[in-house]
């Protein structure tokens, strides 16, 4: 497809289960984000990806979150033993990196994959 | 925490009203960008402004950025119901992007 595709759109779990939350970037993007969005607030910045550069891991709020991104395209978040503080709408954006390296700003996001964790 | 600020948190406007929203932050930028939420889906891109321009117009978009006071606004002009959104700025320094909290934007027609 030509945008960000995350699945699943929403997922409901109980407390101290594991779940896993995909997404597929741009064609292209070498960059990639993962930001949460509790309800009513701005988006908390998880980890970002960049090509093939050590991933800036300063958001993730615990070490039950891990990310990886497989051959530079799609990215998997990970939470482990997941408690209610946890639910909220992951969102996943990707841009384009220009060849000298820099961001070129504009991010295109996912439409959300929503946690419930009861 | 480096997150930036909106002012209001909420707007409420008529038809054919202009809607302005502003936007603080704490840190040196490469560039500050406006986002849009429809309630329940992600965001979208609206204008992007560098920290070496002061004003860009994108349609009925104005932004502003004041470097020295570490500030941009958003303009809005001649506002329609489907402009109902909240409205995100968000200040990019090399990588990551720091979004603030937004500002809920009601348009009635």
């Known amino acids: 497809g030509a945008g960000v595709s995350q699945s699943p759109s929403n997922k409901v779990t109980e407390k101290g289960k594991d779940v896993e939350l995909r997404c597929d970037p741009i064609?292209?993007?070498?960059?990639l984000y993962w930001y949460r969005q509790s309800l009513g607030q701005g988006l908390e910045f998880l980890i970002y990806?960049?090509?093939?550069?050590?991933?800036?891991k300063s958001g993730l709020p615990s070490d039950r979150f891990s990310a990886e991104r497989t051959g530079g395209s799609v990215s998997t978040l990970t939470i482990q033993r997941t408690q209610q503080e946890d639910s909220a709408v992951y969102l996943c954006?990707?841009?384009?990196?220009?060849?000298?390296?820099?961001?070129?700003?504009?991010?295109?996001f996912g439409e959300g994959s929503r946690l419930t964790v009861l | 925490s480096q997150q930036g600020e909106e002012d209001p948190q909420a707007l409420s406007i008529q038809e054919g009203e202009n809607a302005t929203m502003n936007c603080s932050y704490k840190t040196s930028i490469n560039n500050l960008q406006w986002y849009r939420q429809n309630s329940g889906r992600g965001l979208v891109h609206l204008i992007l402004i560098r920290s070496n321009e002061r004003e860009k117009h994108s349609g009925r978009l104005r932004v502003t950025l004041d470097t020295s006071k570490k500030s941009s606004s958003l303009l809005i002009t001649a506002s329609r119901a489907a402009d109902t959104a909240s409205y995100f700025c968000a200040h990019s320094g090399y990588s990551t992007l720091t979004f603030g909290k937004g500002t809920m934007l009601l348009v009635s027609p």
């Open positions: 990806f960049q090509g093939n550069s050590a991933p800036d």
């Open positions: 954006a990707s841009s384009l990196v220009t060849s000298g390296g820099t961001n070129t700003g504009e991010l295109f």
């Open positions: 064609s292209g993007h070498t960059a």
